[in-house]
C-alpha cells in the first residue's frame, strides 16, 4: 500500500503530537509514502512556528529540519500540476475544503489513479478525512 500525507500526518512523523505513534506505524507498514509539493512549505511553516513559540530548542529545531530534508528526498511527491489545481478546484465544489486540503485530496486521487497499488489516506482534519472517504480512499484513523 502507498501512504499518502496530508501535512497534518507528515508533520507528526517530526513533531510528538497525538497521532504520532499511528502514523509512524503507518508508515513503517506502508511501501512508499507520498505527500504533495506543498507539504514541505506547510510542515517547514509548522516547525519553524513551534520553534518561535519555545516548543524546541535551536538544537532539536536544527535536528527536525535536517531529518525532514533527509526523509523528504525518499517520499513518492506528487506536484501541483494544472491537472491536480483543477481536481482540486473541483473538489471545493463538492466538499467543504480549504484550499491545500483540496490539493492534498487531489493529490491522492491523482496517485491512485495511476498507481497499481492501494492508496491509504492519514489526515487530522475531519472534513477532509470525510470528504477523501466520500471519494473512494480509504482513510486511516489514529
Known sequence: MILYLD???????????PGTG??????NEAKAVSTSRVAY????????RKYREGEFSVGEYRSVLKDLEKD?????VVEVSEEVATLGGDLTDKHPLRGFDAIHLASALFLKARVQSEVSFSCFDLKLGNAAEAEGLVVLKA
Open 7 to 17: 501535512t497534518s500526518a507528515l508533520i507528526k512523523l517530526y513533531v510528538s503530537e
Open 22 to 27: 499511528a502514523v509512524k506505524e503507518w508508515v
Open 41 to 48: 512549505v506547510e510542515a517547514r511553516a509548522g516547525i519553524a
Open 72 to 76: 523528504w528526498r525518499d517520499y513518492l
